[in-house]
């Protein structure tokens, strides 16, 4: 079945660095990409949308990169802070139905 | 902001109870769903729900019904729990079908089923 993969399962980087959080899809219908950041203990956290007419979003020290070529979802979170360190998920979606399909997700830490 | 809002953050149970979790969003939207999170598996869409009174069956509906009164209100029914189900159960909302509009989490409830 189609799924949304992700590459490494924890990725580790200092306090400062740039981190970069990959992410692989199957789904050539899927028009909508989201990135979520789950803390311990709490819910998915809405960071990141980019629609398939992009291929770049930036937000708040985070940029979003989308290459459908190859099918490839990246997050990047500039100056990594400790306060950045959670689980990031992906997810897809055709906008023409309701069903998201979310990635296994990647634990970032970030080392002081 | 969004604010989806799950009754319970922890709740124990035994087998064989009837369990409700209840969920509540603010921002008017139309689409409500339910998802489970366990290790390993990532999150799994359970039931949801595009109007007040309709549902629709998610990947993993067995074991669960769901109800929709209230547009704002989403509630998850185990009919009888089982110790299989325990996990983390997470709420869930978003705007119109066909809008660029993500989905929007409660802060789950840890449910155990002993």
């Known amino acids: 079945g189609e799924s949304v993969g992700l590459h490494l399962p924890t990725l580790s980087v200092q306090e400062g660095d740039n981190s970069i959080i990959n992410c692989a899809y199957s789904n050539s219908a899927s028009d909508y990409f989201i990135w979520y950041k789950q803390e311990s203990g709490k819910g998915p956290q809405f960071i990141i949308d980019i629609r398939s007419n992009m291929d770049k979003r930036q937000g708040q020290r985070v940029t979003v990169l989308l290459n459908k070529t190859v099918k490839h979802l990246s997050l990047q979170i500039a100056a990594t802070q400790p306060g950045d360190s959670a689980v990031y998920f992906c997810?897809?979606?055709?906008?023409?139905?309701?069903?998201?399909?979310f990635g296994a997700g990647t634990r970032l830490f970030v080392k002081a | 902001d969004v604010k989806v809002t799950q009754s319970s953050r922890y709740l124990v149970k035994r087998t064989g109870e009837k369990v409700f979790l209840e969920c509540v969003q603010d921002m008017d939207h139309e689409n409500m769903f339910w998802y489970r999170q366990d290790p390993g598996l990532g999150l799994r869409l359970i039931y949801f729900?595009?109007?007040?009174?309709?549902?629709e069956k998610g990947d993993i509906p067995e074991g669960y019904s769901v109800s929709r009164e209230k547009k704002e209100r989403f509630s998850l029914i185990l009919e009888s729990a089982s110790t299989n189900q325990t996990s983390m159960y997470l709420c869930?909302?978003?705007?119109?079908?066909?809008?660029?509009?993500?989905?929007?989490f409660g802060d789950g409830t840890r449910l155990s089923i002993l």
């Open positions: 729900s595009y109007d007040v009174k309709m549902k």
């Open positions: 869930a909302s978003s705007g119109n079908r066909g809008s660029n509009q993500p989905q929007h």
């Open positions: 997810a897809e979606r055709n906008t023409g139905g309701f069903k998201t399909i």
